[in-house]
């Protein structure tokens, strides 16, 4: 059975006011600090760890502060 879902739904799109490339190296350590936090922020919402690569080892921490390694 098939669903068609409206491309809204799937894509979430946003705008920039400035492109990266011409950002100051302070206003693109801002930029990246901000995505990092709202993409975390996100993951935990819908119930989802963040997982990331830390001192050569996949780590997956969840919204109640667990960490855990991945093998």
């Given at each position: 059975?098939?669903?068609?879902?409206?491309l809204e739904v799937?894509?979430?799109?946003?705008?920039m006011t400035r492109s990266p490339f011409q950002m100051t190296s302070a206003e693109?350590?801002?930029?990246?600090?901000?995505n990092k936090a709202?993409?975390?922020?996100?993951?935990?919402?819908i119930g989802q760890p963040l997982v990331y690569e830390k001192d050569?080892?996949?780590i997956a921490e969840f919204?109640?502060?667990?960490i855990?390694?991945?093998h």
């Amino acid at each position: 059975m098939q669903h068609d879902i409206p491309l809204e739904v799937m894509v979430r799109k946003g705008e920039m006011t400035r492109s990266p490339f011409q950002m100051t190296s302070a206003e693109l350590e801002n930029w990246q600090r901000e995505n990092k936090a709202e993409a975390r922020k996100y993951l935990f919402s819908i119930g989802q760890p963040l997982v990331y690569e830390k001192d050569g080892r996949m780590i997956a921490e969840f919204a109640d502060g667990r960490i855990e390694n991945l093998h």
